[in-house]
């Protein structure tokens, strides 16, 4: 008899277990979409934020995450609310939507001190930092330290001691090229209400952002898509391939230029114009010779497109890859930045991250 109970008990235990893997696969598999993260190369995060219909003002968010080759949802069902006239597919400056696409969520601010369970770079931000939205200012779309008068240097910014920015994970829209006029400051962030939307970014509760912030792992290249609830494949299909694109990074800040790095004979190159300037030098590129001089404290450089041979205080060098124009931008190899400025310069292939360190 107490035979007979035992199976009878470990049978209902088996039915009871089958029941719970057929309940939790049907929590993976009941969004269509999920067949289409197989697109992603490396990325092993992504945040899925949808909404019902164009104009739509609240939405959902879900994160996925791969582990061990299976997507599975790690956080779900969180209200955010998104811009005051709802979604765009051609989001423009000032249109008070939130843009539909797929982006990257590299780096992360804050007024407050970075949460010690946070992974993603984080910057603590005072009043002296600004995001520009001036779309006659080169500054256009970055977030900018600037300790003089900003209403003498930009035309519009936000001053990013916001009470809503006591921590911010900043989606990377209209980034890399950078469009003036394309829309600029889109961010996650803590709402006022879940009846308050924004001027175009997505808000949620404080609690939901700080446990999205702690999930989040550079490592794992996560983006976040932002769709209508029925076309999410489209979205993910139709912009996957710029996502799995290389990408730099300098002193832990993704390098956001208006020309993207390419491969070109195995080598990767970068923008010159867009590194160095962002390294504060100053560069000038002569049309009559093709040549470009390029300016940094006690450094001069100079070098010419098509040319391996250049010069670094006067001291002859030679390129592994000649300099390149792309674009009607000036491409030069990355290994380059470390002879000329003795940067530290590593590359992950899995990742497709470039990741430089200058003093």
């Not at 993603?120 to 003089?148: A, C, E, R």
């Not at 006022?192 to 490592?219: E, F, V, Y």
């Not at 080598?267 to 300016?295: H, M």
Request: aromatic share 10%; glycine share 6%; charged share 20%.
């Amino acid at each position: 008899m107490k035979t007979i109970k035992l199976l009878t008990i470990l049978s209902f235990t088996f039915i009871f277990l089958l029941d719970i893997k057929s309940i939790y696969a049907a929590n993976i598999e009941e969004d269509d979409y999920v067949n289409s993260f197989s697109l992603f190369n490396q990325t092993k995060q992504i945040v899925v934020v949808t909404g019902d219909h164009i104009n739509s003002t609240k939405g959902n968010l879900v994160l996925y995450e791969n582990l061990d080759g299976t997507w599975v949802k790690t956080i779900e069902n969180v209200g955010v609310v998104f811009g005051k006239n709802g979604l765009s597919k051609e989001k423009a400056e000032g249109d008070g939507r939130t843009p539909i696409g797929l982006f990257g969520l590299e780096s992360s601010f804050g007024t407050e001190a970075k949460p010690s369970d946070v992974e993603l770079p984080y910057t603590k931000v005072t009043s002296h930092y600004f995001w520009i939205d001036d779309v006659q200012s080169s500054d256009y779309n970055k977030m900018v330290h600037y300790t003089g008068n900003p209403v003498v240097r930009w035309n519009s910014y936000e001053q990013l001691n916001h009470p809503l920015y006591q921590y911010v994970i900043v989606v990377d829209y209209n980034m890399n090229p950078i469009i003036p006029g394309k829309g600029s400051a889109i961010f996650l962030h803590s709402w006022r209400s879940d009846t308050s939307p924004t001027l175009g970014c997505i808000a949620m509760s404080q609690p939901h952002l700080l446990l999205l912030m702690a999930k989040l792992d550079p490592t794992k290249k996560p983006v976040v898509v932002t769709s209508l609830e029925n076309e999410v494949n489209e979205t993910i299909s139709a912009n996957v391939t710029k996502i799995n694109e290389l990408m730099v990074l300098v002193n832990h800040n993704k390098l956001f230029t208006d020309q993207a790095p390419v491969l070109h004979n195995s080598r990767t190159l970068l923008p010159l114009r867009g590194l160095f300037e962002y390294l504060g030098a100053d560069v000038d590129y002569i049309p009559s010779n093709k040549s470009v001089s390029i300016n940094k404290d006690n450094i001069k450089i100079r070098l010419t497109i098509g040319s391996k041979k250049t010069s670094i205080n006067g001291v002859e060098h030679f390129l592994d890859v000649e300099p390149i124009i792309m674009n009607n931008r000036t491409l030069i190899p990355v290994r380059f930045v470390s002879e000329a400025l003795g940067a530290r310069v590593d590359y992950n292939g899995d990742l497709k991250r470039v990741y430089i360190e200058v003093k």
